[in-house]
């Protein structure tokens, strides 16, 4: 037993000592109290750790330099492709079916060729003579020129031989008589193409030679001849 602590038994105990044992034990509770405050108030504090959040916006410029791309292409070529594009045909001829004849296939030509063709037409006569004045000339004003077959003969020494293009590309002179080719072509050597035939018929009155007496012609002479036998103005003869 340490020294100074009295233990309390059933032994008998007087009010003075029960008030000094009391008190002593109200003070020691309170010291106790005031001892455990002060030192939960000295003791270590707990270790707080706090999360912080910071955001921050940030710019930036970037510069790239520009990439320079060079493509070359090589051009291709078809059959296809108009071969003439560009180019202006200019062409006289005579007016009636044979312009008429041209202007029906002239939209498809230009078309397929993509040439433009400038057409002056003209009485066959005129047509002649001036196609005729350019080749003499040399004026060069016309490329093409549809002339009577008659006249083609007169204008030769101007045209171009045609018998390198007939060979690459047949126009079916086959389906035309001779009566027809025959003036468009001299020693084996062509200069013009027909386009169309056609037959001239010589017609005679024979009521008109009958009376007269007279026979059927067979030479132009003879036809001279008849055709002043046969003058009659007061009939339109």
Not at 97 to 116: D, N, R, W
Not at 126 to 145: E, I, N, P, S
Request: net charge neutral; hydrophobic share 35%; proline share 5%.
């Amino acid at each position: 037993m340490k020294r100074g602590v009295k233990i309390l038994t059933n032994q008998k105990v007087t009010r003075r000592e029960w008030l000094k044992y009391a008190g002593f034990t109200i003070v020691g509770l309170a010291v106790g109290g005031v001892a455990g405050y002060f030192t939960g108030m000295t003791r270590t504090p707990e270790k707080v750790t706090e999360t912080q959040t910071v955001t921050k916006t940030l710019t930036q410029t970037v510069t790239e330099t520009p990439t320079t791309v060079t493509v070359t292409e090589t051009p291709t070529v078809t059959t296809s492709e108009k071969p003439y594009k560009g180019m202006t045909l200019r062409v006289i001829t005579m007016d009636g079916l044979p312009y008429e004849l041209i202007k029906s296939v002239l939209p498809e030509f230009e078309e397929k060729t993509g040439a433009k063709v400038n057409i002056e037409k003209m009485y066959m006569d005129d047509a002649h003579a001036k196609f005729l004045v350019d080749l003499t000339t040399k004026a060069g004003r016309y490329h093409v020129g549809v002339i009577a077959s008659g006249k083609m003969r007169q204008l030769k020494f101007g045209l171009e031989p045609l018998n390198e293009y007939i060979e690459k590309k047949d126009p079916g002179l086959k389906y035309f008589p001779e009566c027809v080719v025959i003036n468009c072509s001299e020693d084996g050597v062509w200069y013009a193409l027909p386009y169309r035939g056609y037959v001239s018929g010589f017609v005679l009155r024979d009521d008109a030679f009958k009376e007269k007496g007279l026979d059927y012609p067979t030479t132009w002479d003879e036809v001279l001849e008849d055709a002043k036998a046969l003058n009659a103005p007061e009939k339109n003869f």
